[in-house]
């Protein structure tokens, strides 16, 4: 697994978080974080999670190939 992909894995986390806490208590933490879900921050904050969140959808579609190396270094 590459650099970027934890990245990716680690930004969507923080989205699925984040959601989670709208969904559950309507709390937007970025947005309480960055002053208000208009600020030119938060924006960049949901833009990156989305990024990551289209990245991540092509680790589905990946051939097995981080198998095949896992079962190198073992």
Same mark, same amino acid.
């Given at each position: 697994?590459?650099?970027? *992909?934890?990245?990716? @894995?680690?930004? +969507?986390?923080?989205?699925? @978080? ?9 709390? *937007?933490?970025?947005?309480?974080? =960055?002053?208000?879900?208009? +600020? ?10 989305? @990024?990551?969140?289209?990245? =991540? ?6 051939? *097995?190939?981080?198998?095949?190396? *896992?079962?190198?270094? +073992?």
């Amino acid at each position: 697994m590459s650099i970027i *992909d934890r990245i990716a @894995l680690i930004l +969507t986390v923080v989205g699925a @978080l984040n959601w989670g806490s709208v969904g559950l208590f309507q709390f *937007d933490v970025v947005a309480w974080i =960055c002053g208000g879900s208009a +600020t030119v921050l938060a924006r960049i904050i949901y833009t990156l999670v989305a @990024l990551a969140g289209l990245w =991540c959808l092509s680790l589905v579609f990946r051939p *097995d190939e981080w198998r095949e190396h *896992d079962r190198e270094h +073992t």
